[in-house]
């Protein structure tokens, strides 16, 4: 079945005043991304960002919860990340645990995984450009809601 829209969710993870993301070198240089990806089927969204984050950045999570929502329209954008439309879910996460710096298998193009101080964003590349939503999300200023079907009750 093909879907008009490509659900991902990813892991917001601060600490001590920096923001831990993935790394990646291509034709372009050197880019950054908060560790996140595609939902599997049979999984939640905040289980995905678990996922993401031990994939991405070699941790363990716990997810907090939802920090912000960002949606891709390619034909709002110039189509400059592709045709798919997608949605992401960003989770507030702490980590748990830690493997190693760079997953057993990155993705294609990853270089590894780095803290970045949330005072230094704007010296990097960051997709999607989120910047100022890290800094408001870190300085308490920024707040999202995520409601779960499962955690309503019956």
Same mark, same amino acid.
């Given at each position: =079945?093909?879907?008009?829209?490509?659900?991902? #969710?990813?892991?917001?993870?601060?600490?001590?005043?920096?923001?831990?993301?993935?790394?990646?070198?291509?034709?372009?240089?050197?880019?950054?991304?908060?560790?996140?990806?595609? $939902?599997e089927k049979g999984e939640?969204? +905040?289980?995905?960002?678990?996922?993401? #984050?031990?994939?991405?950045?070699? $941790? *363990? $999570?716990? $997810?907090?919860?939802?920090?912000?929502?960002?949606?891709?329209?390619?034909?709002?954008? *110039?189509?400059?990340?592709?045709?798919?439309?997608?949605? +992401?879910?960003?989770?507030?996460?702490?980590?748990?645990? =830690?493997?190693?710096?760079?997953?057993? +298998?990155? *993705?294609?193009?990853?270089?590894?995984?780095?803290?970045?101080?949330?005072?230094?964003?704007?010296?990097?590349?960051?997709?999607?450009?989120?910047?100022?939503?890290?800094?408001?999300?870190?300085?308490?200023?920024?707040?999202? *809601?995520?409601?779960?079907? +499962?955690?309503?009750?019956?």
């Open positions: =079945m093909n879907h008009p829209i490509r659900v991902k #969710a990813g892991a917001l993870i601060i600490q001590d005043q920096k923001v831990l993301l993935a790394k990646f070198k291509d034709e372009n240089g050197i880019h950054y991304n908060l560790p996140g990806g595609g $939902v939640s969204t +905040s289980e995905a960002a678990v996922r993401e #984050a031990k994939e991405e950045a070699g $941790v *363990d $999570v716990i $997810v907090a919860n939802l920090a912000f929502i960002y949606e891709y329209a390619p034909h709002q954008n *110039d189509y400059i990340f592709g045709n798919t439309p997608n949605l +992401s879910l960003f989770f507030d996460c702490r980590i748990s645990g =830690m493997d190693s710096p760079l997953p057993d +298998s990155p *993705d294609l193009n990853q270089v590894g995984a780095e803290w970045i101080l949330i005072v230094k964003l704007e010296t990097i590349t960051l997709y999607p450009k989120i910047q100022p939503q890290i800094k408001a999300y870190a300085a308490g200023l920024y707040s999202a *809601d995520l409601i779960e079907e +499962s955690r309503l009750g019956k």
